[in-house]
């Protein structure tokens, strides 16, 4: 997909069929969750923004398939894939959804603060670009103590337009910290497209001004996405420092459930639907290798779908959080202890 030619080896070719199943399965559980959020935001059952993940599923999918569950990663406004590929439980994704008591922040987060530190999930974030440096100090950490773990930092287009980019590539680079950046360049910003807000031709690009190695891959195709990461992750966790890979995808959704889309044209999201769909593309792949058939692609569907039914029904008989419990948690103290700041 770039113009350099990629220096990947094919490693996925070499796994077993169980572990390519497992991509597909992950890839499918996303995009239930995902399917039924939407439709659950529209019948009002959730409430805030929900940024949907649709359509991208191969990125979280295929850098994940390469990480441990004590490596760290932070997401974004829109980390729900990146949540349940990195192994968090649905059922209390969703009931923070709901705003119930028994989900991920007690209720009192929503869809941009669901984190699970057990897993190495270090939050998605209502902050553009607020992750970067968050993952750089979860790999300074892993540096400090001399694990060997890995953090991943995923990022949109918009992101890599922050300040916060340049200070996190910058620290990375010159302290040669084990840190991915992943970008997941999905040709939008809310309404801007990538050809007005990026200067560089591609994202990857950037990489050079912090004397990293850079690629651009393509983000609909889990293979291709999980040879790189296999790759970069690989050379992060040998102590050979960070690198930024570029996933070109496509939002095949709004920017948020309930966007007017006035930005775009039916007719470009139709075609990215029909021929770049990153599950139709893996699926007919395996189907052609004969690794799979028709009756195996349904059963994962069909567990899909009663997961997250599972999912709902756990959200829907969990009781809201106490009123009382508002200001529990906090890292400041509340202004219910001591009544006497409140003025
Ligand atoms: C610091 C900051 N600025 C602006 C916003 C409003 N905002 C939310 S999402 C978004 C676009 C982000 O685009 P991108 O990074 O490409 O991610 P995508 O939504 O395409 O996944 C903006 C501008 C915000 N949440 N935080
Ligand atoms: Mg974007």
Same mark, same amino acid.
């Given at each position: 997909?770039?113009?350099?030619?990629?220096?990947?080896?094919?490693?996925?070719?070499?796994?077993?069929?169980?572990?390519?199943?497992?991509?597909?399965?992950?890839?499918?559980?996303?995009?239930?969750?995902?399917?039924?959020?939407?439709?659950?935001?529209?019948?009002?059952?959730?409430?805030?923004?929900?940024?949907?993940?649709?359509?991208?599923?191969?990125?979280?999918?295929?850098? &994940? $398939?390469? =990480?441990?569950?004590?490596?760290?990663?932070?997401?974004?406004?829109? !980390?729900?894939?990146?949540? #349940? *590929?990195?192994?968090?439980?649905?059922?209390?994704? &969703? $009931?923070? =959804?709901?705003?119930?008591?028994?989900?991920?922040?007690?209720?009192? !987060?929503?869809?941009?603060? #669901? *984190?699970?530190?057990?897993?190495?999930?270090?939050?998605?974030?209502?902050?553009?670009?607020?992750?970067?440096?968050?993952?750089?100090?979860?790999?300074?950490?892993?540096? #400090?103590?001399?694990?060997?773990?890995?953090?991943?930092?995923?990022?949109?287009?918009?992101?890599?337009?922050?300040?916060?980019?340049?200070?996190?590539?910058?620290?990375?680079? #010159?302290?040669?910290?084990?840190?991915?950046?992943?970008?997941?360049?999905?040709?939008?910003?809310?309404?801007?497209?990538?050809?007005?807000?990026?200067?560089?031709?591609?994202?990857?690009?950037?990489?050079?001004?912090?004397?990293?190695?850079?690629?651009?891959?393509?983000?609909?195709?889990?293979?291709?996405?999980?040879?790189?990461?296999?790759?970069?992750?690989?050379?992060?966790?040998?102590?050979?420092?960070?690198?930024?890979?570029?996933?070109?995808?496509?939002?095949?959704?709004?920017?948020?459930?309930?966007?007017?889309?006035?930005?775009?044209?039916?007719?470009?999201?139709?075609?990215?639907?029909?021929?770049?769909?990153?599950?139709?593309?893996?699926?007919?792949?395996?189907?052609?290798?004969?690794?799979?058939?028709?009756?195996?692609?349904?059963?994962?569907?069909?567990?899909?779908?009663?997961?997250?039914?599972?999912?709902?029904?756990?959200?829907?008989?969990?009781?809201?959080?106490?009123?009382?419990?508002?200001?529990?948690?906090?890292?400041?103290?509340?202004?219910?202890?001591?009544?006497?700041?409140?003025?």
């Amino acid at each position: 997909m770039s113009e350099t030619k990629n220096p990947f080896p094919d490693l996925f070719d070499s796994l077993s069929v169980e572990e390519k199943m497992k991509m597909l399965e992950t890839m499918i559980r996303i995009r239930t969750f995902e399917t039924h959020v939407e439709e659950l935001f529209m019948n009002k059952k959730i409430f805030g923004f929900v940024h949907l993940y649709i359509g991208e599923e191969a990125i979280a999918t295929g850098v &994940m $398939a390469n =990480l441990r569950v004590d490596d760290y990663i932070t997401s974004t406004h829109r !980390g729900h894939g990146h949540a #349940i *590929a990195k192994g968090a439980n649905t059922s209390r994704m &969703m $009931a923070e =959804l709901f705003g119930r008591k028994t989900g991920y922040c007690k209720g009192k !987060g929503g869809s941009m603060h #669901i *984190a699970d530190f057990s897993i190495g999930m270090l939050g998605a974030n209502g902050v553009v670009g607020g992750g970067f440096n968050i993952a750089v100090g979860a790999a300074l950490s892993s540096q #400090i103590k001399k694990t060997d773990q890995v953090a991943v930092c995923f990022f949109g287009d918009g992101a890599s337009n922050r300040g916060t980019f340049h200070e996190a590539l910058n620290l990375a680079s #010159i302290w040669k910290l084990p840190v991915l950046f992943v970008n997941e360049n999905n040709q939008y910003a809310s309404t801007t497209p990538v050809s007005y807000a990026v200067s560089a031709q591609h994202v990857a690009d950037r990489a050079k001004g912090y004397g990293i190695e850079g690629y651009t891959v393509d983000g609909n195709n889990v293979t291709e996405v999980y040879d790189a990461a296999a790759y970069l992750i690989g050379k992060a966790r040998e102590g050979k420092g960070p690198a930024l890979l570029e996933c070109l995808t496509y939002r095949v959704k709004g920017h948020f459930v309930g966007d007017p889309e006035r930005y775009r044209t039916r007719e470009e999201v139709k075609k990215m639907i029909d021929e770049r769909d990153p599950i139709k593309l893996y699926k007919n792949r395996l189907l052609e290798e004969g690794l799979t058939n028709e009756a195996g692609i349904a059963k994962l569907y069909d567990q899909a779908e009663l997961e997250i039914q599972a999912a709902i029904d756990f959200a829907e008989a969990s009781p809201f959080p106490d009123p009382q419990e508002a200001l529990d948690d906090l890292f400041s103290f509340s202004p219910m202890e001591f009544p006497e700041v409140q003025q």
